[in-house]
């Protein structure tokens, strides 16, 4: 894959996870909605923050 296309996806990653953060901490719908979205909103920064400093630094 080109490092262009994973720094899109790792970026993109990013953030969906910070937008599914911010619908877990404004939403009203109850524990199981917020409790998953935080969980999956977190994993996926995370994991699109450690996918970006792998690609920038394997790129060097």
């Known amino acids: 894959m080109p490092r262009k296309t994973k720094i899109l996806f790792s970026v993109g990653g990013m953030l969906l996870g910070w937008l599914l953060n911010a619908f ?6 109850g524990h199981p909605v917020n409790t998953i979205s935080l969980l999956l909103g977190g994993i996926l920064f995370l994991g ?3 996918f970006l400093i792998i690609t ?3 790129g060097r």
């Not at 877990?24 to 719908?29: E, G, L, R, V």
């Open 24 to 29: 877990a901490w404004t939403t009203t719908m």
């Open 56 to 58: 920038l630094i394997k």
């Open 48 to 50: 699109g923050l450690i």
